[in-house]
């Protein structure tokens, strides 16, 4: 089983689009993928329609318990493709969490549940796009940090300094018997200005630089407006845009791409055909 946080210091870069879109490609490739929506703002538990549109519980539980139970997991409308929802609109976990002395691990603890371990091979875990106990717990329960970074300077200064805040802070952690993952980053929202694509030049470079800590992947996210029009359809962006005329690649190619390099030994893996939504059989 193989685990991924999708975290940024920034808000509104992409994480819970990229988080449902990758999950449900690896969805539809035959892996079994959990994804949690560990952010307070519940928009990974809305992104896919479930199949029972009640859970009966979700992250409370699992943060408070320390275990993921089968009551804690929801299946979305697709195969392969659960979800735990986030259930705390009050944002009370976050405070709950602060006042644990295992709150960077409670999360990590609880992955290895066997209800996890047994029934799947793939978790994603969304966050929010701000620095708290919550987006701490999250980061140390990954194998593999995935973060998107949009090529504009502002969103490129933040994302250099608060990654590497982060990366300091959570470090050390790894004293107590949680390592933090490798981080990838993702050129993401990459439009097709020239000024876009120098910032994405200086973001490689700049990572170069600090020697490991950060790989930015080869793979581009463009701007595009599918990302956009297949949250707003609920479907998975590679169902709703398989092929596309023009310079800009298709949404199907780029995100077989990038999760070729997510998890090199899928490269070469196609999702050949789908219809519709499936319930989960
Ligand atoms: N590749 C893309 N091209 C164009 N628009 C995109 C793309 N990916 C996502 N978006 C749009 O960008 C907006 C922000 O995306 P999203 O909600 O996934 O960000 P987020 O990082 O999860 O935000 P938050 O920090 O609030 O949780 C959404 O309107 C989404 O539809
Ligand atoms: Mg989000």
Redesign the pocket.
């Known amino acids: 089983m193989i685990k991924f946080t999708v975290i940024?210091t920034?808000?509104?870069?992409?994480?819970?689009?990229?988080t449902a879109n990758l999950g449900a490609l690896l969805a539809d490739m035959g892996l079994r993928v959990l994804m949690i929506d560990a952010?307070v703002?519940p928009?990974l538990s809305k992104f896919y329609p479930l199949s029972q549109p009640k859970p009966s519980a979700g992250l409370t539980e699992v943060i408070v318990r320390g275990e993921v139970t089968a009551e804690c997991i929801s299946s979305t409308m697709y195969r392969n493709l659960d979800i735990v929802v986030s259930d705390d609109p009050e944002g009370s976990l976050p405070h709950w969490l602060l006042n644990r002395i295992d709150r960077g691990f409670r999360l990590r603890m609880a992955l290895n549940s066997p209800t996890v371990i047994d029934s799947y091979d793939c978790v994603l875990i969304?966050t929010?796009?701000a620095v708290g106990p919550l987006q701490d717990a999250a980061a140390l329960a990954a194998d593999i940090l995935v973060s998107?970074i949009t090529p504009e300077i502002l969103s490129a200064r933040e994302f250099k300094d608060g990654t590497m805040e982060l990366l300091d802070r959570l470090e050390p952690s790894s004293a107590l018997g949680a390592t933090l993952g490798p981080m990838k980053a993702v050129i993401?929202?990459q439009d097709r200005t020239t000024d876009a694509r120098v910032i994405a030049a200086g973001i490689r470079e700049d990572f170069i630089k600090l020697k490991g800590r950060v790989t930015v992947l080869e793979t581009v996210?463009?701007?595009?407006?599918a990302?956009?029009e297949a949250?707003t359809l609920r479907t998975p962006v590679h169902r709703h845009e398989r092929k596309r005329d023009g310079a800009t690649p298709s949404a199907y190619a780029v995100m077989h791409q990038l999760t070729w390099e997510l998890i090199p030994s899928l490269e070469g893996t196609f999702v050949e055909s789908f219809s519709g939504r499936e319930r989960v059989a």
């Open positions: 940024s920034k808000g509104g870069v992409g994480k819970t689009t990229l952010d703002q928009s969304d929010q796009g998107p993401y929202r996210v463009p701007h595009a407006k990302y956009k949250a």
